[in-house]
Structures are given as structure tokens and as C-alpha cells.
């Protein structure tokens, strides 16, 4: 890369994370209190938890790690499904195309709104688990590590499926929670990998939840599936992939 090019790139570096920033403060203080967003992200989630933990012979304690995954896989990829296409209606979203900003800003942007609303949410059960059931953190460090990457991955997730060109919010939740729901039964979040029959468990390797799910169990102590690095290098992955698939789709449906 020749050097004026590199300056110019380090130059913009600032200005591109201040757009995407603003993007996500503006889906924060427009869309974090809605109704649908609060059922999608937080009620569903939990009640989908509450219908298999009754009747669970496994103490409350052990099942905290379960439902701060699913939380954060419902809470994050709640956000840009909903806001994407009302803006879409209200034209609004025009004017974040025709902005002077990359696209790889506008798809950051979006996706650090689900991904600090997931982050928020998360912080919930994680607390009533301490407080109420006295849920032991073995590794806070990879707990954390589980939460960020998890959140991040499932709200470009939420922010790739939000491209399809629609002005209707059901039809990309239709999408996604076609996509969702499949997710927490093949991730090990109920049923354990290793209990699994030989096609469920090689389903689960292709699902990002699978590997969020791991590194939360092993930051409360559990034993880890498939290994610490592996959790965390597959999790990066899909969020490259979701990242510049997110882009390729809102340029080409933008154009």
C-alpha cells in the first residue's frame, strides 16, 4: 500500500468509527424501549427458558448459563430487524445510504446497537444468578469473553438479515426466528452436545450459539467441548462473515 494511501486510511480510520458510533446511538435512543424489541429481547427469551426448565431435574444454578445464551442470542439480533425497516418506511435510511460514510461503518453501526442493548440485557440473569441461586463465576475473563463475542455475533446476524430490501418488520422476523428457534435446539443450550445424535452434533458446529454457549459453560465451570481457542477463533469467523456478508447485500440492494 503506498504511503499517502496509508495515511489517508489511518485518517479516516477515526471518522468511520465516529459514524458507525452515531448510528448506534441513534438506534439506542430510538428503538431500545419498544414494545416488539422488549417482547423479541427479553420476554420471549425468558419464557421460551421457563417452559423447558419446569419439570428440569438440573438445580436453577446450573441452568443460568443456558439462559443468559439464549438472552443474548435473542436480545442482539432484535435490534436492526426492527429499526432497519422502519426506516426503510420512513425514508430515513435513505439518507444513511447517501452519507458520506463506507458501508462497512453503516453495518458496524447497526450491529453495535443490538450488540450494547444485548450486552445490558445479559446483565440480568447474570446478576440473579449471583444474587438469588449463588451461581459460582469460575473465569470471569472468559464469561466476558463468551458474552462480547456471542453479542456481537448474533447482532451482525440480526443486522445481515435485516438487508433484505422490506419495509415490513415482520417479514424479517419471520426470517429470523426461522433461523433462531432451530438455533437453541442444536447449540447444546438444553440438550448437550454430547448427548446428541451423530447428525445433531454435526449440525451444531455450524451454529455460532453452539460456540457462545460453550465458553458462558466454561466461564461458570463447566467442561468445554470443543476447547477454549476453537470457541473463540469460530466465533471471530462468523463475525467477519457476517460482517462483509452484511456489506455486499446493503450495497447491492442499495445501488
Known amino acids: 500500500m503506498p504511503a499517502i494511501d496509508l495515511i489517508t486510511f489511518i485518517e479516516r480510520v477515526p471518522r468511520e468509527f465516529a459514524a458507525a458510533w452515531a448510528i448506534a446511538r441513534k438506534d439506542m ?16 427469551p425468558l419464557f421460551m427458558f421457563l417452559a423447558f426448565a ?13 439462559l443468559i445464551a439464549i438472552t443474548i442470542l435473542f436480545s442482539a439480533s432484535s435490534i436492526e430487524p426492527v429499526s432497519i425497516p422502519i426506516e426503510r418506511r420512513v425514508k430515513t435510511f435513505d439518507r444513511l445510504i447517501s452519507a458520506p460514510i463506507s458501508m462497512h461503518s453503516l453495518v458496524l453501526g447497526e450491529s453495535m446497537s443490538g450488540f ?16 438469588v441461586f449463588q451461581t ?15 453479542a456481537f455475533c448474533f ?30 435446539f442444536i447449540s447444546g443450550v438444553f440438550i448437550p452436545i454430547e448427548t446428541m445424535p451423530k447428525i445433531g452434533q454435526v449440525i451444531a458446529f455450524f451454529s455460532p450459539l453452539t460456540y457462545a454457549n460453550d465458553l458462558i459453560r466454561y466461564g461458570y465451570g463447566d467442561s468445554t467441548h470443543f476447547g477454549l481457542l476453537q470457541d473463540v477463533v469460530v466465533l ?13 447485500l446493503y450495497k447491492k440492494f442499495n445501488e
Open 29 to 44: 435512543l430510538t428503538y431500545y424501549i419498544r414494545p416488539n424489541i422488549i417482547v423479541m429481547g427479553i420476554l420471549f
Open 54 to 66: 419446569i419439570g428440569n431435574p438440573a438445580p436453577p444454578a446450573a441452568l443460568i448459563p443456558g
Open 116 to 131: 450494547l442493548y444485548s450486552l445490558g440485557i445479559a446483565m440480568f440473569p447474570l446478576v440473579i444468578g449471583i444474587l
Open 136 to 150: 459460582p463465576i469460575v473465569s470471569a475473563a472468559v464469561l466476558v469473553l463468551g458474552l462480547v463475542l456471542g
Open 155 to 184: 447482532a451482525t446476524m440480526g443486522t445481515l438479515l435485516a438487508s433484505y430490501p422490506t419495509e415490513n418488520v415482520g417479514d424479517v422476523m419471520s426470517v429470523l426466528n426461522l433461523i433462531r428457534l432451530p438455533l437453541i
Open 236 to 248: 471471530l469467523i462468523f463475525i467477519l462473515l457476517f460482517q462483509f456478508i452484511s456489506h455486499g
